[in-house]
T-cell receptor, first 113, second 116 residues
């Protein structure tokens, strides 16, 4: 199930099930989005990206869906494994030259073996 | 490709000392580097943006005299925490971008700073 912790919401999933992590972004003009995975004590790792002219993109075991109408992004992980346990961040690129990505608050995915 | 390294990975220092953290892009030229800090169970907080050869742009509330950033080359940026205090203890992460490759930011492994 999903719960809101002190700072990060947590999603607990049974091993082998599919995971869906959601993200709401704020700027309707954002044109590029990235999902990052951060394991404990490490820097964020790039997982998958999507441009605003697409609504779906698939990678290996991961799919990103973009709904520009409601400014919503989701990351689907198929057949979730213990190694998927981490914090997942979405990031949006706002227009305006070389501006930094804007990160969401993150969701902690906990895989139950 | 797009590997970013940081050094050191962790550092413990006494209050009042200065600590330098290096961030290197190993296989690409980083036109821009970003420095973040992260407290436990929280998201990344952007501290500053630096472009090679120019002064860094600091986010509101970040003291530029406390957190000195130097981006002297297209592959190296340094963050110096001057006169560190226990409240500066945190996880510092750098990120690099090559605009020729697009807007993706690639992150280093982070540096854990503990100030006693």
């Amino acid at each position: 199930g999903e719960s809101v912790g002190l700072h990060l919401p947590t999603l607990s999933v049974q091993e082998g099930d599919n995971s869906i992590i959601n993200c709401a972004y704020s700027n309707s003009a954002s044109d590029y989005f990235i999902w990052y995975k951060q394991e404990s004590g490490k820097g964020p790792q790039f997982i998958i990206d999507i441009r605003s002219n697409m609504d779906k993109r698939q990678g290996q075991r991961v799919t990103v869906l973009l709904n520009k109408t409601v400014k919503h992004l989701s990351l689907q992980i198929a057949a979730t494994q213990p190694g998927d346990s981490a914090v997942y961040f979405c990031a949006e690129n706002r227009p305006g030259g070389n501006t930094p990505l804007v990160f969401g608050k993150g969701t902690r995915l906990s895989v139950i073996a | 490709g797009a590997v970013v390294s940081q050094h050191p990975s962790r550092v413990i220092c006494k209050s009042g000392t200065s600590v330098k953290i290096e961030c290197r892009s190993l296989d690409f030229q980083a036109t821009t580097m970003f420095w973040y800090r992260q407290f436990p169970k929280q998201s990344l907080m952007l501290m500053a943006t630096s472009n090679e050869g120019s002064k860094a742009t600091y986010e509101q509330g970040v003291e530029k005299d406390k957190f000195l950033i130097n981006h002297a080359s297209l592959t190296l940026s340094t963050l110096t925490v001057t006169s560190a205090h226990p409240e500066d203890s945190s996880f510092y992460i750098c990120s690099a971008r090559d605009l020729d490759r697009g807007k993706t930011q690639y992150f280093g492994p982070g540096t854990r700073l503990l100030v006693l």
